[in-house]
């Protein structure tokens, strides 16, 4: 079993920033990638940023530019630093992360997700 607490959402006006942080605990031997999603109100899930545990990264390109996705190996956490934010970035923020277990297998978890909501 995997946990991922998500923390740092919240209310700001359009322009300002936000930093999201993710912890994962519990039992597995080590995580490939871990990152951010977002799903607004009647759209679907989508990508937001990645990070993989030998430092690459990946980003929307909606976000390019404006978020910047880090992590500590050493604590398994992942954090994603949100500036110029903008009304279209309103919407349940959500961490993933994929884990090996001792069986070998790669599994994916996910959080249970963080409200940012931007104001115009």
């Known amino acids: 079993q995997v946990q991922l607490v998500e923390s740092g959402g919240g209310l700001v006006q359009a322009g300002g920033s936000l930093r999201l942080s993710c912890a994962a605990s519990?039992?597995?031997?080590?995580?490939?990638?871990m990152g951010w999603y977002r799903q607004a109100p009647g759209k679907q899930r989508e990508l937001v940023a990645t990070?993989?545990?030998?430092?690459?990264?990946n980003y929307a390109d909606s976000v390019k530019g404006r978020f910047t996705i880090s992590g500590d190996n050493a604590r398994n956490t992942v954090d994603l630093q949100m500036t110029a934010l903008k009304p279209e970035d309103t919407a349940v923020y959500y961490c993933?992360?994929?884990?090996?277990?001792?069986?070998?297998?790669?599994?994916?978890?996910w959080g249970q997700g963080t409200q940012v909501t931007i104001s115009s």
């Open positions: 990070l993989t545990s030998d430092g690459n990264t």
């Open positions: 519990g039992s597995f031997v080590s995580i490939y990638v």
């Open positions: 993933k992360a994929a884990v090996k277990v001792r069986t070998g297998a790669r599994i994916a978890y």
